[in-house]
């Protein structure tokens, strides 16, 4: 069993930045590929960006590339996203996902779910 919990979530303008932070715990972490999805009202949970821990390989979602920056401190077990540049658009909660398969951006190959954390970017 993995467990994740997420933090750094919040009320932000837009233009401006946050960091979220995912802390992982249970099996090997670097077993599991990790990613940062989002699920906005009335909308189906969409992929953000995500990293295999192992070899430092990332990826991102088309609205997230060049704004997001995704990272990881083995050390510490956690996943890191660097959100800057937010838009109201950003507006959603938030979900650190873990999972096995390599089409890490897809919702429904996650094995083991955070419970959320909401980011608010208000205009």
């Known amino acids: 069993e993995v467990q994740l919990v997420e933090t750094g979530g919040g009320l932000v303008q837009a233009g401006g930045s946050l960091r979220l932070s995912c802390a992982a715990s249970?099996?090997?972490?670097?077993?599991?590929?990790i990613g940062w999805f989002r699920q906005a009202p009335g909308k189906d949970r969409e992929g953000v960006s995500c990293?295999?821990?192992?070899?430092?390989?990332?990826y991102y979602a088309d609205s997230s590339k060049g704004r997001f920056t995704i990272s990881s401190d083995n050390a510490k077990n956690t996943v890191y996203l660097q959100m800057n540049s937010l838009e109201p658009e950003d507006t959603a909660v938030y979900y650190c996902?873990?999972?096995?398969?390599?089409?890490?951006?897809?919702?429904?190959?996650?094995?083991?779910w955070g419970k959320g954390i909401l980011v608010t970017v208000s205009s």
């Open positions: 990293i295999n821990p192992t070899d430092g390989m990332t």
């Open positions: 249970g099996p090997t972490f670097d077993h599991y590929e």
């Open positions: 996902g873990a999972m096995l398969s390599l089409h890490c951006l897809e919702a429904d190959r996650v094995d083991y």
